[in-house]
């Protein structure tokens, strides 16, 4: 058992270096991109790949995933948060379109094309995903039911 206790702790600190080393290494023009939109952000980790940096971090209670260049220019983020923070005209519809169903957790997901929804909706019966376009244009994407 201590074997394996130390060999966690050993790759754990492998992994967290390796983190570390990945923040060293992060560009001034990402960082400083990252910072003037993000500044109030908290909990940041960089991952850096071949062309491009990973960024995740929270920010007012929602969990943020970012995608930068080497240059600095941001190419995506997805944002996972609650009802209270979808643009209204979409957060309206769905409670009209599906009275009997909660907001379990919305996906954002904003990329050079433009930002789209995936909102979970929660019943005694299941969940239902919905996809929704800035002007509250939406489609259903998948269900899954509760296994009974």
Same mark, same amino acid.
């Given at each position: 058992m201590k074997k394996k206790l130390l060999m966690? @702790?050993?790759?754990?600190?492998i992994f967290s270096a390796s983190v570390l080393n990945a923040n060293a290494e992060i &560009? #001034? !023009?990402a960082l400083q991109s990252f910072h003037s939109v993000f500044g109030d952000a908290n909990h940041v980790k960089w991952v850096e790949y071949k062309d491009n940096y990973f960024v995740s971090f929270? #920010? %007012?209670? =929602?969990?943020? !995933?970012a995608t930068y260049d080497k240059e600095g220019n941001l190419l995506s983020s997805m944002r996972y948060y609650k009802q209270q923070h979808l643009p209204l005209n979409i957060l309206c519809k769905v409670k009209k379109d599906y009275p009997s169903k909660n907001i /379990? =957790?919305? @996906?954002?997901? &904003? %990329?050079l094309e433009g930002t789209v929804f995936f909102i #979970?909706? !929660? /019943?005694n019966k299941g969940w239902t995903i919905l996809k929704s376009d800035q002007s509250g244009n939406m489609e259903v994407t998948d269900k899954f039911n509760k296994p009974e």
């Amino acid at each position: 058992m201590k074997k394996k206790l130390l060999m966690f @702790t050993l790759l754990a600190g492998i992994f967290s270096a390796s983190v570390l080393n990945a923040n060293a290494e992060i &560009s #001034q !023009k990402a960082l400083q991109s990252f910072h003037s939109v993000f500044g109030d952000a908290n909990h940041v980790k960089w991952v850096e790949y071949k062309d491009n940096y990973f960024v995740s971090f929270m #920010q %007012n209670d =929602i969990l943020v !995933k970012a995608t930068y260049d080497k240059e600095g220019n941001l190419l995506s983020s997805m944002r996972y948060y609650k009802q209270q923070h979808l643009p209204l005209n979409i957060l309206c519809k769905v409670k009209k379109d599906y009275p009997s169903k909660n907001i /379990d =957790i919305v @996906t954002e997901v &904003s %990329n050079l094309e433009g930002t789209v929804f995936f909102i #979970q909706l !929660k /019943d005694n019966k299941g969940w239902t995903i919905l996809k929704s376009d800035q002007s509250g244009n939406m489609e259903v994407t998948d269900k899954f039911n509760k296994p009974e």
